[in-house]
Protein backbone atom coordinates (compact mmCIF):
# COMPACT_ATOMS: atom_id res chain seq x y z
CA UNK A 1 0.00 0.00 0.00
CA UNK A 2 1.58 3.12 -0.80
CA UNK A 3 1.64 6.66 1.92
CA UNK A 4 -1.14 8.04 -0.92
CA UNK A 5 -3.41 5.63 -0.20
CA UNK A 6 -2.70 6.04 3.43
CA UNK A 7 -3.19 9.81 3.46
CA UNK A 8 -6.62 9.40 0.90
CA UNK A 9 -8.01 7.02 4.04
CA UNK A 10 -6.83 9.34 6.24
CA UNK A 11 -8.85 11.93 5.17
CA UNK A 12 -11.99 9.87 4.31
CA UNK A 13 -11.53 10.14 0.67
CA UNK A 14 -10.48 6.65 -0.52
CA UNK A 15 -12.19 4.83 -2.94
CA UNK A 16 -13.71 1.04 -2.67
CA UNK A 17 -10.39 -0.65 -4.20
CA UNK A 18 -8.33 1.38 -2.12
CA UNK A 19 -10.15 0.61 0.76
CA UNK A 20 -9.73 -3.29 -0.09
CA UNK A 21 -6.09 -2.51 -0.44
CA UNK A 22 -6.20 -1.35 3.18
CA UNK A 23 -7.63 -4.27 4.51
CA UNK A 24 -5.11 -6.66 2.89
CA UNK A 25 -2.29 -4.32 3.96
CA UNK A 26 -3.51 -5.21 7.66
CA UNK A 27 -4.28 -8.43 7.27
CA UNK A 28 -1.03 -9.32 6.04
CA UNK A 29 0.84 -7.42 8.50
CA UNK A 30 1.54 -3.95 9.08
CA UNK A 31 4.30 -3.03 11.68
CA UNK A 32 7.09 -3.75 9.53
CA UNK A 33 10.18 -1.25 9.25
CA UNK A 34 9.25 0.17 6.00
CA UNK A 35 5.49 0.61 7.01
CA UNK A 36 6.00 2.31 10.26
CA UNK A 37 8.89 4.72 8.41
CA UNK A 38 5.88 5.63 6.01
CA UNK A 39 3.59 6.70 8.89
CA UNK A 40 6.17 8.32 10.56
CA UNK A 41 6.78 10.26 7.04
CA UNK A 42 3.13 11.09 6.86
CA UNK A 43 3.55 12.23 10.65
CA UNK A 44 6.83 14.39 9.68
CA UNK A 45 4.98 15.98 6.51
CA UNK A 46 1.85 17.48 8.49
CA UNK A 47 3.67 18.18 12.11
CA UNK A 48 3.83 21.99 11.82
CA UNK A 49 0.43 22.73 11.26
CA UNK A 50 -0.34 20.88 14.73
CA UNK A 51 -0.17 23.83 17.32
CA UNK A 52 1.16 23.40 20.84
CA UNK A 53 -2.37 23.56 22.46
CA UNK A 54 -4.05 20.75 19.44
CA UNK A 55 -1.17 18.75 20.99
CA UNK A 56 -1.62 18.60 24.09
CA UNK A 57 -4.97 17.95 23.42
CA UNK A 58 -4.28 15.05 21.16
CA UNK A 59 -1.50 13.54 23.45
CA UNK A 60 -4.07 12.82 26.02
CA UNK A 61 -6.32 11.40 23.58
CA UNK A 62 -3.87 8.90 22.84
CA UNK A 63 -2.91 8.43 26.30
CA UNK A 64 -6.82 7.29 26.75
CA UNK A 65 -6.47 4.93 23.90
CA UNK A 66 -3.36 3.12 24.74
CA UNK A 67 -4.27 2.71 27.74
CA UNK A 68 -8.03 1.24 26.70
CA UNK A 69 -5.76 -1.14 24.41
CA UNK A 70 -3.53 -2.47 27.31
CA UNK A 71 -7.35 -2.88 29.58
CA UNK A 72 -9.10 -4.76 26.99
CA UNK A 73 -6.50 -6.23 24.59
CA UNK A 74 -9.24 -8.73 23.38
CA UNK A 75 -12.55 -7.00 23.45
CA UNK A 76 -11.94 -3.09 22.75
CA UNK A 77 -14.76 -1.20 22.70
CA UNK A 78 -13.93 1.96 21.30
CA UNK A 79 -13.55 3.41 17.63
CA UNK A 80 -11.25 5.60 16.20
CA UNK A 81 -12.64 8.15 14.49
CA UNK A 82 -11.23 9.85 11.03
CA UNK A 83 -10.40 14.05 11.68
CA UNK A 84 -12.23 15.13 8.34
CA UNK A 85 -10.34 17.99 7.10
CA UNK A 86 -8.25 18.18 5.18
CA UNK A 87 -4.62 19.01 5.71
CA UNK A 88 -5.72 18.53 9.31
CA UNK A 89 -5.37 14.40 9.14
CA UNK A 90 -2.64 13.81 11.52
CA UNK A 91 -3.28 16.33 14.32
CA UNK A 92 -4.44 13.39 16.37
CA UNK A 93 -0.65 11.75 16.00
CA UNK A 94 2.39 12.47 18.42
CA UNK A 95 5.09 10.94 17.21
CA UNK A 96 4.70 7.94 19.78
CA UNK A 97 1.18 7.38 17.51
CA UNK A 98 2.78 6.86 14.78
CA UNK A 99 3.54 3.19 15.68
CA UNK A 100 0.30 3.20 17.87
CA UNK A 101 -1.77 3.87 14.84
CA UNK A 102 -1.38 0.35 13.07
CA UNK A 103 -1.86 -1.73 16.09
CA UNK A 104 -4.95 0.51 16.89
CA UNK A 105 -6.56 -0.07 13.30
CA UNK A 106 -6.09 -3.71 13.45
CA UNK A 107 -7.40 -3.68 16.42
CA UNK A 108 -10.27 -1.80 15.62
CA UNK A 109 -10.99 -4.34 12.30
CA UNK A 110 -10.68 -7.22 14.09
CA UNK A 111 -12.11 -6.86 18.12
CA UNK A 112 -14.70 -4.42 17.70
CA UNK A 113 -15.76 -5.11 14.00
CA UNK A 114 -17.59 -7.94 12.74
CA UNK A 115 -17.33 -7.09 8.66
CA UNK A 116 -16.79 -4.48 6.73
CA UNK A 117 -20.45 -3.22 6.37
CA UNK A 118 -20.20 -2.49 9.65
CA UNK A 119 -17.53 -0.48 9.27
CA UNK A 120 -18.33 1.55 6.79
CA UNK A 121 -21.27 2.35 8.48
CA UNK A 122 -19.68 3.69 11.57
CA UNK A 123 -17.30 5.89 9.69
CA UNK A 124 -20.10 7.35 7.35
CA UNK A 125 -22.30 8.31 10.91
CA UNK A 126 -19.49 9.54 13.49
CA UNK A 127 -20.92 10.47 17.02
CA UNK A 128 -19.94 12.40 19.87
CA UNK A 129 -21.72 12.49 23.61
CA UNK A 130 -20.95 14.98 26.01
CA UNK A 131 -21.02 12.46 29.51
CA UNK A 132 -23.67 12.74 31.92
CA UNK A 133 -22.75 16.11 34.43
CA UNK A 134 -20.15 17.12 31.61
CA UNK A 135 -19.85 20.01 28.77
CA UNK A 136 -17.98 19.29 24.87
CA UNK A 137 -16.35 21.84 22.60
CA UNK A 138 -16.00 20.04 18.81
CA UNK A 139 -15.54 21.58 15.41
CA UNK A 140 -16.96 19.81 12.59
CA UNK A 141 -14.92 19.78 9.14
CA UNK A 142 -16.68 22.94 7.54
CA UNK A 143 -15.37 24.51 10.51
CA UNK A 144 -18.62 24.71 12.30
CA UNK A 145 -18.90 25.18 16.19
CA UNK A 146 -20.72 22.67 18.31
CA UNK A 147 -20.82 22.85 22.20
CA UNK A 148 -22.59 19.98 23.81
CA UNK A 149 -24.50 20.10 27.03
CA UNK A 150 -24.64 17.45 29.81
CA UNK A 151 -25.90 14.39 27.73
CA UNK A 152 -26.28 15.91 24.17
CA UNK A 153 -25.19 13.33 21.45
CA UNK A 154 -24.42 14.88 18.12
CA UNK A 155 -24.40 12.29 14.95
CA UNK A 156 -22.53 13.73 11.31
CA UNK A 157 -20.70 12.84 8.50
CA UNK A 158 -17.30 12.68 8.50
CA UNK A 159 -17.27 15.15 5.54
CA UNK A 160 -19.78 17.23 4.37
CA UNK A 161 -20.98 16.72 0.60
CA UNK A 162 -24.13 17.48 -1.35
CA UNK A 163 -26.83 19.96 -1.09
CA UNK A 164 -26.56 20.39 2.49
CA UNK A 165 -24.72 19.88 6.04
CA UNK A 166 -27.05 17.83 7.94
CA UNK A 167 -26.32 16.97 11.45
CA UNK A 168 -28.26 14.78 14.20
CA UNK A 169 -28.83 16.25 18.33
CA UNK A 170 -30.53 14.48 20.85
CA UNK A 171 -30.29 16.63 23.90
CA UNK A 172 -28.98 20.25 23.66
CA UNK A 173 -26.21 22.21 22.05
CA UNK A 174 -25.28 25.33 20.70
CA UNK A 175 -24.10 25.82 17.22
CA UNK A 176 -21.97 28.91 15.56
CA UNK A 177 -22.61 27.47 11.77
CA UNK A 178 -19.72 28.36 9.30
CA UNK A 179 -20.71 30.47 6.73
CA UNK A 180 -22.07 28.78 3.48
CA UNK A 181 -24.67 29.99 1.64
CA UNK A 182 -24.90 27.22 -1.15
CA UNK A 183 -24.99 24.36 1.16
CA UNK A 184 -27.30 25.37 4.31
CA UNK A 185 -26.41 23.73 8.01
CA UNK A 186 -29.26 21.76 9.07
CA UNK A 187 -30.09 19.99 12.88
CA UNK A 188 -32.55 17.52 12.79
CA UNK A 189 -33.63 17.46 16.46
CA UNK A 190 -36.82 14.75 17.11
CA UNK A 191 -39.39 16.16 14.97
CA UNK A 192 -38.23 19.58 14.03
CA UNK A 193 -35.10 20.39 11.51
CA UNK A 194 -33.57 23.74 12.08
CA UNK A 195 -32.17 25.26 8.80
CA UNK A 196 -29.19 27.93 8.86
CA UNK A 197 -26.39 29.09 6.62
CA UNK A 198 -23.89 31.13 8.55
CA UNK A 199 -25.46 32.18 12.36
CA UNK A 200 -25.65 31.35 16.31
CA UNK A 201 -28.42 29.53 17.67
CA UNK A 202 -29.23 26.97 20.47
CA UNK A 203 -31.40 23.73 19.93
CA UNK A 204 -32.84 21.75 22.80
CA UNK A 205 -34.37 18.15 22.40
CA UNK A 206 -34.16 16.37 25.29
CA UNK A 207 -35.64 12.49 25.30
CA UNK A 208 -37.98 13.16 27.81
CA UNK A 209 -39.24 16.18 27.31
CA UNK A 210 -42.09 17.29 24.93
CA UNK A 211 -41.16 20.61 23.85
CA UNK A 212 -37.96 21.24 21.37
CA UNK A 213 -36.71 24.86 22.08
CA UNK A 214 -34.86 26.50 19.38
CA UNK A 215 -32.92 29.99 20.15
CA UNK A 216 -31.74 32.60 17.70
CA UNK A 217 -28.62 34.86 18.82
CA UNK A 218 -27.85 36.12 15.35
CA UNK A 219 -28.33 35.65 11.67
CA UNK A 220 -31.73 33.78 10.56
CA UNK A 221 -33.09 30.40 11.09
CA UNK A 222 -36.45 28.32 9.57
CA UNK A 223 -37.48 25.63 11.49
CA UNK A 224 -39.36 23.07 9.48
CA UNK A 225 -41.60 19.99 10.34
CA UNK A 226 -38.96 16.77 9.39
CA UNK A 227 -41.95 14.26 8.63
CA UNK A 228 -43.75 16.64 6.21
CA UNK A 229 -40.84 19.15 5.49
CA UNK A 230 -43.57 22.10 6.29
CA UNK A 231 -42.24 25.42 7.06
CA UNK A 232 -43.81 26.42 10.81
CA UNK A 233 -40.99 29.50 11.60
CA UNK A 234 -38.41 31.69 10.58
CA UNK A 235 -36.18 33.31 13.47
CA UNK A 236 -35.58 36.41 14.12
CA UNK A 237 -32.61 37.47 16.56
CA UNK A 238 -33.29 37.04 20.33
CA UNK A 239 -36.14 34.70 19.62
CA UNK A 240 -37.07 31.64 21.06
CA UNK A 241 -39.42 28.95 19.67
CA UNK A 242 -40.70 26.11 22.28
CA UNK A 243 -42.64 23.34 19.93
CA UNK A 244 -45.14 20.87 21.43
CA UNK A 245 -44.23 17.88 20.41
CA UNK A 246 -47.42 16.30 21.55
CA UNK A 247 -49.85 18.99 20.57
CA UNK A 248 -48.18 20.04 17.17
CA UNK A 249 -48.31 23.54 18.40
CA UNK A 250 -45.62 26.58 19.48
CA UNK A 251 -44.93 29.45 21.19
CA UNK A 252 -42.72 32.05 20.51
CA UNK A 253 -40.61 34.13 23.53
CA UNK A 254 -38.39 37.26 22.86
CA UNK A 255 -35.83 38.43 25.10
CA UNK A 256 -33.76 37.06 27.14
CA UNK A 257 -32.07 34.42 25.23
CA UNK A 258 -29.39 34.18 28.22
CA UNK A 259 -31.19 31.63 29.77
CA UNK A 260 -31.05 29.51 27.00
CA UNK A 261 -27.85 30.00 25.86
CA UNK A 262 -25.33 31.12 29.43
CA UNK A 263 -24.80 27.00 30.19
CA UNK A 264 -22.17 26.83 26.97
CA UNK A 265 -20.03 29.14 28.95
CA UNK A 266 -20.51 27.41 32.39
CA UNK A 267 -23.57 29.52 33.70
CA UNK A 268 -26.90 28.12 35.00
CA UNK A 269 -29.28 31.21 34.36
CA UNK A 270 -33.32 30.53 35.56
CA UNK A 271 -35.38 33.59 35.12
CA UNK A 272 -39.48 33.24 36.16
CA UNK A 273 -38.66 29.81 35.81
CA UNK A 274 -41.18 26.75 37.39
CA UNK A 275 -39.70 25.11 39.78
CA UNK A 276 -40.42 21.96 37.69
CA UNK A 277 -38.46 22.88 34.85
CA UNK A 278 -35.51 23.88 37.15
CA UNK A 279 -35.34 20.43 38.62
CA UNK A 280 -34.55 19.39 35.02
CA UNK A 281 -32.10 21.24 34.07
CA UNK A 282 -30.26 20.93 37.95
CA UNK A 283 -30.55 16.59 37.32
CA UNK A 284 -28.44 17.23 33.85
CA UNK A 285 -26.22 20.01 35.45
CA UNK A 286 -25.55 17.70 38.51
CA UNK A 287 -25.78 14.42 37.36
CA UNK A 288 -28.49 13.73 39.74
CA UNK A 289 -32.18 12.44 40.11
CA UNK A 290 -34.41 15.31 40.93
CA UNK A 291 -38.00 13.61 42.42
CA UNK A 292 -40.92 16.45 43.09
CA UNK A 293 -42.63 15.38 46.06
CA UNK A 294 -45.65 18.01 46.23
CA UNK A 295 -47.13 18.98 42.57
CA UNK A 296 -48.18 21.99 43.98
CA UNK A 297 -44.14 23.78 43.75
CA UNK A 298 -45.10 24.25 40.30
CA UNK A 299 -47.34 26.95 41.58
CA UNK A 300 -43.85 29.21 41.86
CA UNK A 301 -41.07 30.29 39.96
CA UNK A 302 -37.20 30.57 40.23
CA UNK A 303 -34.98 33.45 39.56
CA UNK A 304 -31.28 33.72 39.63
CA UNK A 305 -27.94 33.26 38.24
CA UNK A 306 -25.08 30.47 38.96
CA UNK A 307 -21.71 30.14 37.89
CA UNK A 308 -19.21 27.82 40.26
CA UNK A 309 -21.86 26.51 42.93
CA UNK A 310 -22.35 23.44 44.51
CA UNK A 311 -25.75 21.63 44.51
CA UNK A 312 -26.46 22.15 48.10
CA UNK A 313 -25.23 25.93 47.11
CA UNK A 314 -28.02 26.16 44.51
CA UNK A 315 -30.80 24.26 46.41
CA UNK A 316 -30.10 26.45 49.50
CA UNK A 317 -30.89 29.77 47.48
CA UNK A 318 -33.80 28.01 46.01
CA UNK A 319 -35.24 27.28 49.87
CA UNK A 320 -34.76 31.47 50.57
CA UNK A 321 -36.45 32.18 47.73
CA UNK A 322 -39.69 29.99 47.49
CA UNK A 323 -41.39 28.08 49.86
CA UNK A 324 -40.07 24.92 48.77
CA UNK A 325 -37.60 22.65 51.19
CA UNK A 326 -35.31 19.83 50.08
CA UNK A 327 -33.53 16.81 50.71
CA UNK A 328 -30.80 14.72 49.43
CA UNK A 329 -30.16 10.94 49.92
CA UNK A 330 -27.10 9.28 50.42
CA UNK A 331 -25.89 7.38 47.15
CA UNK A 332 -26.90 3.51 46.93
CA UNK A 333 -23.85 1.40 46.30
CA UNK A 334 -25.28 -1.42 44.08
CA UNK A 335 -23.31 -5.26 44.23
CA UNK A 336 -20.93 -4.69 41.98
CA UNK A 337 -19.29 -1.82 43.62
CA UNK A 338 -21.08 1.15 41.11
CA UNK A 339 -23.11 3.33 42.94
CA UNK A 340 -26.68 5.17 41.83
CA UNK A 341 -27.46 8.88 40.96
CA UNK A 342 -28.05 10.91 43.96
CA UNK A 343 -31.76 11.87 44.53
CA UNK A 344 -32.95 15.13 45.60
CA UNK A 345 -36.57 15.43 46.61
CA UNK A 346 -38.39 18.58 46.67
CA UNK A 347 -41.22 19.60 48.55
CA UNK A 348 -43.30 22.44 50.19
CA UNK A 349 -42.31 23.77 53.42
CA UNK A 350 -45.29 23.79 55.02
CA UNK A 351 -45.84 19.73 54.15
CA UNK A 352 -44.81 17.15 56.58
CA UNK A 353 -41.68 14.46 56.06
CA UNK A 354 -40.54 13.90 52.34
CA UNK A 355 -41.66 10.59 51.48
CA UNK A 356 -38.27 8.58 50.31
Not at 183 to 200: N, R, S, Y
Not at 233 to 246: I, M, N, R, V, Y
Not at 307 to 330: G, S
Amino acid sequence: MTKEIFIKYLQGNCTETEFEQLLLWIREGSLNASDRGMVQDVWNEFEPEAGPVERIKYTRVLDKIHHQININQNSAQFVIQKVPAKNRILLILTRAAAILLLPVLSLLFYSNLSNRDRYTDNLNDLEVEAPAGSRMHIVLGDGTRVWLNHGGKLKYPPRFAGENRKVLLTGEAYFEVAHNSKMPFIVGAKQLEVKATGTAFNVCAYPDDDNIETTLVEGKVILYERATNHEIKALSPGECLKFDTQKKVYTLESGHTEKYTAWKDGQLVFKNERVQDVAKKLARWYNVQVEIADEKVNEFTFTATFMDETLPQVLELMTLATPVKYQLTLREKLPDGSFLKQKVLIGLKHTTKIKR
